[in-house]
């Protein structure tokens, strides 16, 4: 399962990857369909430096976020839909300036993320960020987990 490794930003100053949560990946690949994760655990590429797939998983290391966002909306202005799990930082200037102008949509987790291997939620909220070419109708919501 490629995007359930997919890098984590579970990050509390020591560890900055881990696991997606496999029910949260399987809940946006239903939706998406994705064809690419440019940030894998253990890459064996550089996903900033290559071109990536129509329908792409994000999740990449908190410790080091902007370049993959910034990566993102230029490949979304490209045409592909790109969806990342983020930790919601409203404040930070990496959202100010390519977040919220430019996201189709925001989905505002209901639950604070357990990043597995841990066992433990982590200490930050989670948001899901979509860039794609559908209207929809609201752009902020709070996401309810699927069970």
């Known amino acids: 399962m490629r995007g359930a490794l997919a890098l984590a930003g579970y990050w509390n ?3 900055d990857s881990t696991a997606t949560p496999e029910w ?5 690949d239903s939706e998406f369909h994705f064809d690419f994760d440019p940030c894998p ?3 064996k590429f550089d996903g ?3 071109s990536w797939g129509l329908r792409n998983y994000v999740n990449p290391p908190y410790s080091d976020k902007a370049p993959w966002i910034r990566k993102s909306l230029i490949e979304h202005i490209q045409g592909k839909t790109i969806v990342m799990l983020l930790p919601v930082d409203t404040s930070a200037r990496w959202f100010q300036r390519w977040i919220h102008p430019y996201a189709s949509q925001i989905r505002f987790l209901n639950q604070r ?3 597995p291997p841990n066992k433990h939620h982590a200490a930050y909220a989670s948001m899901i960020v979509v860039y794609d070419h559908v209207n929809y109708s609201e752009k902020y919501i709070t996401w309810n987990r699927k069970l």
């Not at 949260?24 to 946006?28: D, E, R, T």
């Open 41 to 43: 655990l253990n890459p």
């Open 48 to 50: 900033l430096a290559l």
């Open 113 to 115: 993320l357990i990043f």
């Open 24 to 28: 949260l990946y399987n809940q946006l």
């Open 13 to 15: 100053g020591a560890k």
